[in-house]
């Protein structure tokens, strides 16, 4: 019993760690986040925040693998909650926007403009950034199985989503790009994938018995 309690109450340690860790990266940015600082948002002594994450280095890995995961599960989440009546690429872009707008992406932001000078934490971010993309495109797969067939397609239309949703979250840091420019590019943008979609994605079992 003892052995169980102690357990728990590591990871419910370990887990008070993580989110402090991503507080701290949204508060302070990446360069001004510390042990010390993480310790004192976690509510703990910089020898407890160490005896679970002896670095910087080493919390800021944990706080990706989470930080990735819950994104993941926010959108699996939220996209199962769809309308019937809803397009599943429009209401996708919705979500997807939505998502940027969080804390979390912010903190991812943080740390990929950190990366770029920093080489461990690019190191960090590399790969935990493939297996999310895996993910997320296994995702993408099974919401539009008629996709399935032409996978170069389908990347080819995820790619233009992610990537201009988020350059357009980039772009809203300082509040460069307006509210109204915003809602309009993403309605241009929207309308446009929709449309290239529905002509170039064809039901390969149309028309069969």
Not at 125 to 130: C, D, F, S, V
Request: hydrophobic fraction near 40%; glycine fraction near 4%.
């Amino acid at each position: 019993m003892d052995t169980l309690y102690q357990q728990k109450k590591s990871a419910l340690t370990r887990d008070r760690i993580i989110i402090a860790t991503l507080q701290c990266i949204i508060e302070h940015g990446y360069e001004s986040t510390s042990v010390a600082k993480i310790a004192k948002l976690a509510q703990l002594s910089t020898g407890a925040m160490q005896y679970h994450f002896e670095t910087k280095i080493d919390a800021i890995k944990a706080a990706i693998e989470y930080l990735h995961d819950r994104r993941l599960a926010d959108r699996q989440r939220d996209m199962a909650n769809m309308p019937a009546s809803a397009d599943p690429l429009a209401y996708g872009i919705k979500v997807y926007w939505q998502h940027l707008n969080k804390e979390h992406f912010l903190a991812y932001q943080e740390l990929v403009i950190a990366a770029r000078t920093h080489p461990e934490l690019s190191a960090v971010l590399r790969p935990a950034y493939k297996k999310f993309l895996k993910t997320w495109r296994a995702d993408y797969s099974q919401q539009f199985p008629i996709w399935g067939h032409n996978q170069e397609k389908m990347d080819l239309v995820a790619d233009a989503i992610q990537y201009l949703l988020e350059g357009l979250a980039y772009g809203r840091l300082n509040q460069q790009i307006s509210d109204k420019n915003t809602k309009a590019l993403i309605q241009f943008m929207t309308s446009m994938m929709t449309e290239w979609a529905a002509d170039n994605f064809d039901d390969p079992t149309a028309g069969s018995d």
